[in-house]
């Protein structure tokens, strides 16, 4: 597609469960992040892909996330036994090297 | 990441330039400019960055004084749909952390 795609747009759990969330980034484009925002705050780092490097976990908040990129393109962002604190819109964002930062519409996650 | 200051408002007439500034004076010498924008309830999108010299896309142009010290993103003819919060970031290209958008700048575009 033309842009960088997330799935599912919304996402209700119940606390302690695990999710999954996916992100499609614009195709070629070598770089891939993560990144959560509560509302009215600016973006946290969650993770950083950059071709076959060893991704930048740094901002991963604790060990029940996790995030995976297969084949370089695809990557699929995990939160084991959900907290309510772990409500958030997720947004996955690709980018050229030399490029800006394209943004997906967001995942918007709440746990209940 | 060098930290920016941005004005919180500003408003523009619909169809006139707007301009906005940042202030970056802290910036180091491999630090990029860039400048994205968010709309209400939407994901950030990128408009433009640059180095040291001035850049321009069907967006926008990107101002950067010769100091680098800050820089002015130029909206040529704001429509309604550029109503949104702009924010200024300087970070080394592409690198993933430490991206915090700050409080940006609200521009209302008036018809």
């Known amino acids: 597609g033309a842009g960088v795609s997330q799935s599912p747009s919304n996402k209700v759990t119940e606390k302690g469960k695990d999710v999954e969330l996916r992100c499609d980034p614009i195709?070629?484009?070598?770089?891939l992040y993560w990144y959560r925002q509560s509302l009215g705050q600016g973006l946290e780092f969650l993770i950083y892909?950059?071709?076959?490097?060893?991704?930048?976990k740094s901002g991963l908040p604790s060990d029940r996330f996790s995030a995976e990129r297969t084949g370089g393109s695809v990557s699929t962002l995990t939160i084991q036994r959900t907290q309510q604190e772990d409500s958030a819109v997720y947004l996955c964002?690709?980018?050229?090297?030399?490029?800006?930062?394209?943004f997906g519409p967001g995942t918007r996650l709440t746990v209940l | 990441d060098a930290k920016t200051t941005q004005p919180p408002s500003m408003d523009c007439a619909e169809g006139r330039a707007a301009n906005l500034p940042c202030n970056h004076s802290?910036?180091?010498?491999?630090?990029?400019v860039y400048w994205y924008r968010q709309i209400h309830s939407q994901g950030p999108q990128y408009i433009i960055h640059?180095?040291?010299n001035n850049e321009t896309n069907e967006m926008a142009s990107l101002i950067i004084t010769e100091d680098r010290k800050s820089s002015t993103l130029i909206l040529p003819h704001a429509t309604l749909r550029d109503t949104a919060v702009y924010y200024c970031?300087?970070?080394?290209?592409?690198?993933?952390?430490?991206?915090?958008f700050g409080t940006g700048t609200s521009l209302t575009v008036i018809p």
């Open positions: 892909f950059q071709g076959n490097s060893a991704p930048d």
């Open positions: 964002a690709s980018s050229l090297d030399s490029g800006g930062q394209f």
């Open positions: 970031i300087v970070r080394v290209r592409n690198t993933g952390n430490q991206f915090y």
């Open positions: 195709s070629g484009h070598t770089a």
């Open positions: 640059g180095l040291k």
């Open positions: 802290t910036i180091s010498g491999n630090e990029y």
